[in-house]
Every structure is written in C-alpha cells, then in structure tokens.
C-alpha cells in the first residue's frame, strides 16, 4: 500500500516502499496501491500469513475507494492506527468528507460501529453507558453506552464539554469502562475516530492536552485536487448516494484484523532507531518555538506507528524512513507551541519538519 500520514491530500511527505501513507498522498505510491489492490481482491487471507494479512489490508483500502475519491492517505492513516491499536484525530472543514471516510471504513471492516454526535448537553453517561433502576428487580443495573463498540464515530468531538470529553479517557487507554467500582472490558479489536472543525470556534470546546495525547495520530483531510473533485461530481451525478452505501461490503474478518494487529507488533526494531526516536522526541524540547516538547509516551506512539507502517510496506525492521513517514501525524497534536511563535504563524508541523532535518539519522 502507499499512501503517506504526514499532512493534506495536497501536502508532500517522504516516499517510502510499497504500503500506505495517511494525510498525504504520493501519486505513484497511490497507483501502485490501486495495482495491488485489484490483483489481490479475489484472494482470501489466511490468518497468520503476514502477505495474506497485507493483501487483506489492500482489499480495505480497494473497498473504502468506492465511496471515498482523493483522501487515501487518511484511509492509510486509519489503517496503520488500528493495526497499531490506536484512535484517530480527523480534522478538516466541513465537506471534505471526515465522517463518509470512518463509515466507509468501518463498512469494509465488517466491524460493529456505532456513531455519536457531540453536542454541548451531551452527557458522559450518553458515550459511556449509566446505572439504570429496574424496578422489577428492584435493582441497579449498567445499560452499556455506545463506546462498547469495535468502531465509534465520535463526530465533531470538540462541540462537547471537556467532562463528556473526559468520558473516553478512560475506554481510550485502558479499553474498558468502570462504573459503580467494576471494570467492563470493551471488545477487541477497538478504534475512536473522532472528528473535529478547526475553523468554527464559537460554542466548541478545545480538546485538553491529556485527551489530545490519547489519539495516537492526528490526520488533516485537506481539500481535493481538481481531478479528484471533478470524480467525486461525476459519482453524485451518476447516483452515487453518500448516505447508503449500499455498494460496499466487508472484505475482512475481526480475526485478521487481530492476528495483522499482533504481526505489526512482531516487527523488529533496532537499538540505533530507538535512540533515534529518543534523538527527535529530544530535540522538539529544545526547540526555541516549543513550549511543551514530544514526551515519552510520544515516542513509544511513534514507535508503534512506525512499526504498523514498516509491516505494510512489507519490512521486517523499523527504518528511520519509517520514523519520519509518522512523525508529524503521530506528534502535530502532541506539542506545545510558545505563543510567540504561534503568533508568528509556526505550525507543529513546520517545527517537525526541521527537527528531522536538523537531527542526525543512525547510518
């Protein structure tokens, strides 16, 4: 697959090997990617067979195609966060696509997924689930929210309140809810992705940094190019409904998603890329336009990343390539800037950029 987390649809990101990269799009990556996927659609995967899985992972992204145009890097972004076992941040304006993108997905997955609209009189009990009395029992009993679900939707997650916001901590990090002194696991495999408008401000509520930090990326679905945008009229003029998508159909099974999630985990990494990974984390704290640097658990995120993207290019060892394809979709939304520097117009993403420029890459 091909496809690069790094930034917008239109953005530039480094070209790695033959696997997906999120938020950006390499075209000839993309190409080879759409090869790939046809040649592989009529083959079943086994599981436990690392190509079979890889060729189970194109038949999604082949899928999800045939509702979504022009965003397949955040396709790839969504992929290399479930196979790390991670939650996505999708951002953009509105119309481009944030929510048809999980649906789609999710769709192909063939996972249970349920969405929930954020709102400000949201309540945490309306995501996690509350103690209802049931008075034929004459006892309390848990009736299970929406988050216990393989896929949630969180959409527009900043229209809440941070104590509905603070509601998913909890099933983010340790996949489960706990209510009335007992723990409720959450199933297996599970993915939030939530979505957010970076534009409207007024009535929203800016996520907080610990709620930031639980997505293990961040992926900004940009506008389309004109080609793309053209395709996409052609469908809706052809009858294509955004609402049904009734044409796709789930092309892998939960037990290939687990045993892909376990094959991505084998990959092996080496002591001179995890030095290197220490070696970025360290020079974003020393940045003069960072107020609050990439942390420890970022760099184990980037290091799961890393290693979910090196899996789909068909790697057995994390590369630095690997590192710095995810670095700037798994750390955006995990640094600080300084207010000087933000009102001069530095982005998160600008600061990465020359942290992997300045810092030394293990030969």
Same mark, same amino acid.
């Given at each position: 697959m091909t496809d690069d987390p790094g930034t917008t649809a239109a953005a530039t990101t480094p070209p790695p090997p033959p696997a997906p990269r999120p938020d950006a799009v390499a075209s000839r990556e993309a190409a080879a990617i759409e090869a790939s996927s046809a040649a592989s659609a009529a083959t079943a995967p086994r599981a436990g067979d690392d190509? +079979?899985?890889? $060729? +189970?992972? $194109?038949?999604?992204? +082949?899928?999800? @195609?045939?509702?979504?145009?022009? $965003? +397949?890097?955040t396709v790839t972004g969504l992929l290399v966060a479930l196979l790390a076992r991670g939650h996505v941040l999708l951002e953009g304006v509105p119309g481009v696509a944030k929510t048809l993108i999980v649906r789609a997905f999710s769709r192909a997955l063939g996972l249970d997924t349920k969405r929930v609209q954020f709102t400000p009189d949201l309540m945490p009990g309306d995501v996690t689930g509350s103690l209802v009395y049931d008075a034929r029992s004459g006892e309390f009993e848990f009736r299970r929210g929406p988050v216990f679900t393989n896929v949630l939707l969180a959409d527009e997650i900043n229209r809440t309140p941070p104590k509905t916001q603070a509601a998913l901590l909890e099933a983010m990090e340790e996949r489960q809810v706990s209510s009335d002194g007992e723990s409720l696991a959450l199933p297996d495999p599970f993915l939030v992705a939530a979505t957010q408008n970076p534009i409207e401000h007024e009535g929203t509520y800016s996520l907080p940094e610990a709620q930031l930090d639980r997505f293990l990326m961040k992926l900004v679905v940009g506008m389309l190019e004109r080609e793309a945008e053209v395709s996409v009229l052609r469908r809706h003029a052809d009858g294509f409904s955004p609402r049904a998508l009734t044409d796709l159909h789930p092309v892998v099974s939960a037990a290939e998603i687990l045993a892909a999630q376990e094959a991505a985990g084998r990959v092996q990494v080496t002591d @001179?890329?995890?030095?290197?990974?220490? @070696?970025?984390?360290?020079?974003t704290r020393q940045s003069p336009s960072v107020e609050l640097g990439a942390s420890p658990r970022a760099s184990t995120a980037l290091l799961a990343a890393a290693k979910a993207w090196a899996w789909l290019n068909?790697?057995?060892?994390?590369?630095?390539?690997?590192? $710095?394809?995810?670095?700037?979709?798994?750390?955006r939304h995990r640094l600080q800037l300084r207010p000087d520097a933000e009102m001069e117009g530095v982005s998160a993403d600008a600061v990465l950029t020359s942290v992997v420029q300045q810092t030394r890459v293990p030969i």
């Amino acid at each position: 697959m091909t496809d690069d987390p790094g930034t917008t649809a239109a953005a530039t990101t480094p070209p790695p090997p033959p696997a997906p990269r999120p938020d950006a799009v390499a075209s000839r990556e993309a190409a080879a990617i759409e090869a790939s996927s046809a040649a592989s659609a009529a083959t079943a995967p086994r599981a436990g067979d690392d190509d +079979a899985l890889r $060729q +189970a992972m $194109q038949r999604v992204r +082949a899928e999800v @195609d045939k509702a979504v145009v022009g $965003q +397949a890097g955040t396709v790839t972004g969504l992929l290399v966060a479930l196979l790390a076992r991670g939650h996505v941040l999708l951002e953009g304006v509105p119309g481009v696509a944030k929510t048809l993108i999980v649906r789609a997905f999710s769709r192909a997955l063939g996972l249970d997924t349920k969405r929930v609209q954020f709102t400000p009189d949201l309540m945490p009990g309306d995501v996690t689930g509350s103690l209802v009395y049931d008075a034929r029992s004459g006892e309390f009993e848990f009736r299970r929210g929406p988050v216990f679900t393989n896929v949630l939707l969180a959409d527009e997650i900043n229209r809440t309140p941070p104590k509905t916001q603070a509601a998913l901590l909890e099933a983010m990090e340790e996949r489960q809810v706990s209510s009335d002194g007992e723990s409720l696991a959450l199933p297996d495999p599970f993915l939030v992705a939530a979505t957010q408008n970076p534009i409207e401000h007024e009535g929203t509520y800016s996520l907080p940094e610990a709620q930031l930090d639980r997505f293990l990326m961040k992926l900004v679905v940009g506008m389309l190019e004109r080609e793309a945008e053209v395709s996409v009229l052609r469908r809706h003029a052809d009858g294509f409904s955004p609402r049904a998508l009734t044409d796709l159909h789930p092309v892998v099974s939960a037990a290939e998603i687990l045993a892909a999630q376990e094959a991505a985990g084998r990959v092996q990494v080496t002591d @001179d890329v995890l030095g290197y990974v220490v @070696d970025l984390a360290r020079a974003t704290r020393q940045s003069p336009s960072v107020e609050l640097g990439a942390s420890p658990r970022a760099s184990t995120a980037l290091l799961a990343a890393a290693k979910a993207w090196a899996w789909l290019n068909a790697s057995s060892a994390v590369t630095p390539d690997h590192v $710095q394809t995810m670095l700037i979709p798994v750390w955006r939304h995990r640094l600080q800037l300084r207010p000087d520097a933000e009102m001069e117009g530095v982005s998160a993403d600008a600061v990465l950029t020359s942290v992997v420029q300045q810092t030394r890459v293990p030969i």
